[in-house]
């Protein structure tokens, strides 16, 4: 567990609506040291083996999420100020798609911008699941304030697999000034945006090395030694065939963004359902924000020499 060498801290959590679940946050450092968080509300829970949706209100979409960006400071990790991220988007919504809202968002820093993707199912006629790219607005722009962010613009990334019916899991990566997205390490796909417009065909290439195991993105690249670190996952069945077992590992990158070595597998917290979504440096070590069961959220701070127990060469 890795639980087991990290501490953990208590900062305080934004205020979460009525019916809703936090989880699955998303944490970025801006330029100015300070935090950024978002945290995913989400108004159903996860039951029994947690393979049940059970809903929590039935106001409004069956399943719906909604979002919350919060700024810490970068010394103490006090909330400074939290502000709702708008998601009626009256245009794109086909009511008879029964899970609504912007899920797992990842935010990531580009000329300035605050951005972010994340999965959505509510646009497409037909509600295949598909990843978005969406910017909040310039990082200066960012104040306290009562009213909701709004987005500025949103863009659906087609990949290599354009017939799949569900995309999820693509981790930004600002490489040599352009940015990227990591597709499905196990299968060595990396993407690069594409042209603006309502939809981003992206251009990609498969990377020419080998990994031992194939594992889904978990947490975009931070920069560690002379490349670049992030956290994957794979998802595994108990013997008894109920619930899920959720396993991560570290992955390092060389600076052109190849895979040069990844830990061994560990558990955050529980052999249960867990993920982190995203991770950042903090004061000379890694904070790592992950949830429980969908609905509780932790913060682990590491010392990066934990790293080098975990680590393992390619063999």
Known sequence: MLRDFAREIFPQCPNIPYGYNPYNPSILTLPNGNIVMNVRMTNYFYKGNF????????????????????????????LLWQRPI???????????????GLQDMRLFLFQGELRFIATVAMIDPEFKIWVYEGSLG???????????????????????????????????????????????????????????????KLAYK?????????FSGSSPPIPYKDGFLLLGHKVLSPPNGKGRIYKHC??????????????????????????????TWWK????????????????????????????????
């Open 51 to 78: 393979m049940t949706k059970t809903t929590i209100t039935h106001h409004g979409p069956r399943y719906s999420t909604k979002n919350i960006l919060c700024c810490y400071h970068g010394d103490d990790f006090s």
């Open 206 to 214: 498969r990377s020419p090395d080998k990994v031992r195991h194939p």
């Open 284 to 315: 000379g070590e890694i904070l790592i924000p992950f949830s429980l069961n969908d609905n509780d959220i932790r913060f682990f701070v590491l010392d990066p020499c934990v790293l080098e127990i975990l680590f393992s060469p390619i063999m």
């Open 138 to 200: 310039l990082v200066e722009d960012l104040i306290p304030s009562t009213e909701p962010l709004y987005i500025i613009s949103l863009y659906k990334l087609e990949g290599p697999q354009p017939d799949i019916r569900c995309e999820k899991n693509w981790l930004p990566m600002n490489l040599n000034g352009e940015q990227w997205y990591i597709y499905h390490i196990g299968k060595e796909v990396w993407l690069q945006a594409g042209e603006a417009g309502e939809i981003r």
């Open 86 to 100: 708008e998601d009626c988007w009256g245009k794109y919504f086909y009511n008879r798609c029964y899970e609504h």
């Open 250 to 279: 570290f992955i390092r990158l060389d600076s052109n963004g190849r895979v040069i070595d990844y830990s061994k597998f560990f558990s955050l917290w529980q052999l249960g359902v867990e993920y982190a979504l995203s991770m």
